[in-house]
């Protein structure tokens, strides 16, 4: 399947993707209006940085997820794409998955709020938004 | 001491629009864009702004313009605003005042006041899209005769010419000058576009030797980087005699900007003020200069054709005449409006010639002497758009080098602040935080797109005024017309006026 990949040769460490992120998760049409409410980063990207390197992190969509394993609600399942996403209306918060992902790539939502993570744009029909407005071509959304 | 000069933009950030996401922070290297965090307030340094655009452009929510400021001096056509504060900086520094890329003052651009011919009812035109049309380029010498054996086949003397699938090159510029990826975008798009581009006086990176078939190599007074693998390494060699934006005088990069791999490619100690001499040292003549070329002809068992390059100054036709009587096979004139990575601004925006009327002079020159097939003729010095290629080739030239435009599509917004070493667009710099903002995957693709397009242009064009072969255009004045020029301008141009 197709996944996001980071290169750090080209990583600037701007962070535009985990903007474009959390307005991807959103459901506005207007850049701004994602952040009314105070949203803010990161979201289903977060970008690391260390000593001049920079690196976008996000969800692998594993083979075999222990996120999905470890769901206690069943809020987590596979789309039809192969993308691991979250039900927000079943996800109760209990951090299991958190714990469980070896990448760190699920962020809290809050105590007993559902969790965050990459779902590969499935509502913006599946054109990750960190890809199509990654500034250097530094993420890219391609078969491994 | 008291700050004579205020900022000449202002910053202007639409706070109903701001996310305050930071990237103008951290994508400003000259730290205009700070953040206070206990105020959660985003505020602006207006006078390190350079107008270069990178926030403007990176700024995901539009929030983002630079102005020019309305602050004014009491104005005066004579003490300009540039001309007041020129004065109030050499008054706080003593020194002499550096610019960037190519001068803005306000010379006649001849490309602008030239019209091109178009076919009609008497002759027809040709559509580029359905019947071939030539613009591949050979430069150097030609033969002058033809032979004929008894068996009727044909004899010529063949010398070193440079293919060109377009009748563009990239014009010198250094590593050093410009980073190692821009470097490296110039060459793939080369490759690609089957034409050349040009080292500069820097040298040649090991991991460019690759993109050898699409290389010109330079030698300059400095003589950094050059040996004799590096000579072998191009399709050509350019002896740079001057330089549009600067002439007579040599090149600085400062001794910061040489880091361990431009030391290593230029053979200079890290650290080291890296100094073109203004003249080379053993040229003082047309025959010092016929040395040179035969040096380096020799150097490389005569395969390869030598270009010089000068910059267009008073006595350009004469200075070309002797370059072509010296053994060099190629001669390139770059015009005052070229640019450059750094030059006294004084230099730069005074001396020279337009490049039109320097191409037009040698042309001319080169023809009444018979000579012009001893050579290959390049312009440079501000080539904008197809549009002045084809009057450039129509004038005379035989192909061009273009520096800036390439440097646009690289992302340049022409903030012409290269000399500070601080490239928000990652071209002009050799910061490796800021080097990695170029990323050649990207830049060669713009490159190659600007030249396709040209191209495609270039053909119309010629299509439109019946021709079908670059062949025909060179040196073909009539299909050139000028607009609002004086009798003495159309004259040097080689031209009628409009309506003649």
């Known amino acids: 399947m197709k996944r996001v990949y980071v290169n750090e040769e080209w990583c600037l460490g701007c962070h535009l993707c985990e903007y474009w992120c959390v307005f991807s998760a959103s459901k506005e049409t207007h850049f701004p209006f994602a952040f009314d409410g105070g949203a803010k980063p990161p979201a289903g990207i977060r970008v690391e940085d260390y000593k001049g390197i920079n690196f976008a992190v996000n969800c692998r969509h594993c083979e075999d997820p222990l996120c999905l394993k470890g769901c206690i609600s069943g809020a ?61 071509n530094a993420i890219v959304f391609e078969e491994e | 001491m008291i700050d004579y000069i205020q900022p000449d933009y202002e910053v202007v950030r639409n706070k109903d629009l701001c996310i305050k996401c930071k990237v103008c922070v951290r994508q400003c290297a000259n730290e205009v864009h700070q953040y ?25 929510a539009k929030a983002l313009k630079i102005v020019k400021t309305d602050h004014c001096f009491k104005p005066s056509a004579n003490y300009t605003t540039e001309i007041i504060k020129d004065i109030y900086r050499q008054a706080d520094t003593g020194g002499v005042l550096l610019s960037s890329m190519g001068t803005p003052k306000d010379y006649p651009v001849y490309w602008d006041k030239m019209l091109i011919n ?61 980073s190692k990826n821009a470097h490296l975008s110039l060459a793939r798009a080369a490759e690609q576009l089957g034409i050349f581009y040009n080292t500069g006086e820097g040298g040649l990176h090991e991991d460019l030797y690759k993109y050898s078939l699409n290389t010109i190599v330079q030698v300059a007074s400095g003589r950094f980087g050059v040996h004799e693998d590096y000579l072998n390494a191009g399709q050509a060699i350019e002896i740079k005699i001057g330089q549009g ?40 003549s047309i025959e010092d200069l016929r040395q040179l070329v035969f040096s380096l002809k020799e150097a490389t068992n005569y395969k390869k054709p030598i270009i010089v390059k000068i910059a267009a100054v008073h006595n350009i036709a004469a200075i070309a005449s002797g370059i072509a009587r010296s053994g060099a096979d190629i001669i390139a004139i770059d015009g005052i409006r070229g640019g450059t990575g750094a030059a006294p601004s004084r230099i730069r925006d005074n001396v020279g010639m337009p490049i039109e009327l320097a191409l037009a002079a040698v042309d001319t020159r080169l023809r009444d002497e018979g000579i012009r097939n001893n050579v290959g003729l390049v312009v440079a ?11 450039a080739i129509a004038l005379g030239a035989d192909a061009v080098y273009i520096g800036t435009p390439a440097l646009l599509a690289l992302g340049c917004h022409l903030c012409r602040s290269c000399h500070a070493g601080k490239c928000n667009w990652g071209i002009a710099t050799q910061n490796p935080e800021l080097v990695r903002r170029l990323n050649p995957d990207i830049g060669y693709k713009r490159l190659v797109n600007l030249v396709n ?30 607009i609002g020029l004086s009798e003495k301008e159309l004259e040097i141009l080689g031209i009628k006026h409009a309506g003649e």
């Open chain 1, 76 to 136: 987590l399942s596979r789309d039809e794409s192969g993308a691991v996403c979250v039900d927000k209306t079943k996800c109760v918060g209990c951090h299991t998955c958190i714990a469980m992902c070896p990448y760190g790539a699920i962020v809290s939502g809050g105590d007993n709020m559902p969790i965050k993570k990459c779902q590969l744009c499935a509502s913006r029909d599946h054109v990750p938004q960190c890809v199509a407005h990654c500034p250097n």
């Open chain 2, 36 to 60: 206070d965090e206990k105020r959660d307030v985003l505020y602006a340094d207006n006078s390190k702004c350079v107008n270069c655009h990178r926030c403007v452009t990176l700024c995901p």
């Open chain 2, 118 to 178: 178009a076919s009609q009812v008497t002759n027809p035109s040709i559509d580029p899209l359905r019947e071939p049309m030539e613009i591949k380029t050979f430069l150097g010498r030609k033969p002058e005769t033809v032979k004929y054996r008894e068996d009727g086949s044909i004899e010529v003397e063949k010398f070193p010419n440079l293919e060109l699938k377009t009748p563009i090159m990239f014009s010198a510029m250094s590593y050093g000058s410009i």
């Open chain 2, 245 to 284: 934006a600067k002439p007579g005088i040599g090149g600085h990069l400062p001794g910061k900007k040489i880091g361990p791999e431009v030391s290593r490619t230029r053979m200079i100690p890290m650290g080291t003020d890296a100094i073109s001499p203004a003249p080379h040292h053993d040229i003082y």
């Open chain 2, 381 to 391: 010095g501000s080539i904008r758009s197809s549009a002045d290629v084809v009057k």
């Open chain 2, 453 to 482: 397009a040209w191209s495609h242009e270039i053909m119309e064009m010629m299509g439109g005024m019946g021709i079908n072969s670059i062949e025909a255009l060179r040196g073909n004045r009539l299909m050139l017309r000028g």
